[in-house]
């Protein structure tokens, strides 16, 4: 008869090699600080909230900023993103997943 804590550590086993973790993401961050920098560049200020995103000062939803970040500016474009009080993690990593990839766009968090 197989003793009870041999049953066990076969379910442990088993359970172990068969499941799949998860794998997280990486989100590249990068703090503004006083200094040079590319003064050429176009400058976006991007104030991000719980419920709203502005920028420049007019809302804009989640799914157009992309575009208006983009958009209309040639050349290099510098976003510097500050967070609100009301702001959560979530939040912040929404828009940098979705400010993610753009051509000739660096994303600056603002402590």
């Keep these: 008869m197989t003793s009870l804590i041999d049953v066990i550590f076969l379910l442990l ?8 973790f ?4 990486e989100v590249e961050l990068s703090a503004a600080n006083s200094g040079g920098g590319d003064t050429n560049a176009t400058r976006l200020f991007l104030k991000v909230s719980a419920d709203t995103l502005n920028l420049n000062g007019a ?6 900023l992309r575009d208006q970040v983009s958009g209309g500016t040639a050349g290099a474009t510098v976003v510097l993103v500050s967070l609100a009080q ?26």
């Design 59 to 64: 809302p804009v939803a989640m799914a157009a």
């Design 86 to 111: 009301t702001a959560n993690s979530q939040r912040l990593v929404d828009v940098l997943a979705a400010l993610r990839g753009l051509k000739d766009v660096d994303v600056l968090v603002m402590g």
């Design 13 to 20: 086993l088993f359970f172990m090699l068969s499941s799949t």
């Design 22 to 25: 998860s794998k997280f993401g």
